[in-house]
């Protein structure tokens, strides 16, 4: 099979995107549950000190802003999680900084019904709130430790949830490069992609603008911000031993583009991502 090669560049003017904000406040909240489960098996004396300085942070980001959200029947969504349950203040605040971040319109009344949101707003809600997931860790800590006590806690939840699950990790290669190509032609978002496919189980791809890195590039922890979610998938590269894998070698957070590189392992055994000179070889 021939190594295709696709280059796209889109650029959006205020791009927006439907979405149901109780979906936020769901993924946030578990998010967040899951660190709680964690941090209460590894720290577990630090655990209120976490919590308060999450607090903290996320009422600082929040100001004065409140609103009404009973519509959104949260009680039922969230009932399974076990840890954030015990903090109702958290839960309250994660609610309310994933409303204010997603700038809805003044007269917007919370409803488990889409709405359209500006994208970047969207991204921010989600993965503004990554990092103050860890940046809160940093805050209680020696910055070192708080870092370590981090990538313990992604170790353990992602050991776990690969024990605890037979199924692949990653769709079909043939999949993610046929996803990425249909989001290049047809993408509302702002970002520059280069897909290059090998075969139907080897892919690369190359971020020269990511709208998830738009979203916290303004951050001012830098590192924390990186750890909080392009990092995650190190433990993930680390652990998975089934048969598609992904690479992340290099990101914007410290290179001047992100590469991601999939592959099948029982196709292409311990395949390697391309090289920087590579780059310089093909059509961009």
């Known amino acids: 099979m021939t190594m295709i090669v696709k280059h796209y560049k889109r650029s959006a003017t205020d791009p927006t995107r439907m ?22 098996q590894l720290r577990p004396k630090r655990v209120t000190d976490y919590v308060r300085a999450l607090e903290k942070r996320l009422s600082n980001e929040i100001g004065s802003f409140n609103i009404d959200y009973t519509n959104l029947d949260l009680d039922d969504k969230l009932k399974s999680l076990e840890f954030l349950s015990r903090y109702c203040d958290l839960k309250n605040l994660i609610v309310l900084f994933s409303l204010n971040t997603m700038n809805l319109p003044v ?72 996803g990425w190509m249909k989001e290049g032609e047809t993408g509302q978002s702002n970002f520059e992609l280069t897909v290059v496919s090998y075969d139907d189980y080897k892919v690369a791809l190359r971020f020269d603008r990511c709208p998830v890195f738009d979203s916290v590039k303004h951050l ?46 029982d196709v292409h055994p311990d395949a390697q991502p391309p090289a920087h000179d590579f780059w310089q070889t093909i059509e961009m």
């Open 19 to 40: 979405i149901n904000p109780l979906d936020v406040v769901t993924e946030n909240c578990t998010r967040l549950d899951t660190v709680l489960r964690y941090m209460s």
């Open 107 to 178: 007269d917007y009344v919370p409803e488990s019904e889409e709405t359209e949101v500006g994208l970047l707003d969207w991204l921010k809600a989600t993965n503004v709130f990554r990092y103050h997931r860890v940046k809160a860790i940093v805050d209680i800590m020696d910055r070192e430790e708080g870092i370590q006590l981090w990538k313990d806690l992604v170790y353990r939840a992602t050991e776990d949830a690969i024990k605890s699950s037979d199924e692949e990790i990653h769709p079909p290669i043939k999949e993610i490069t046929e």
């Open 220 to 265: 001012e922890d830098r590192e924390v911000a990186y750890l909080s979610y392009c990092w995650t998938g190190e433990s993930e590269a680390e652990l998975n031993k089934k048969s598609r894998r992904k690479n992340t070698p290099q990101t914007l957070y410290q290179a001047d583009y992100c590469l991601e590189f999939y592959w099948d392992n």
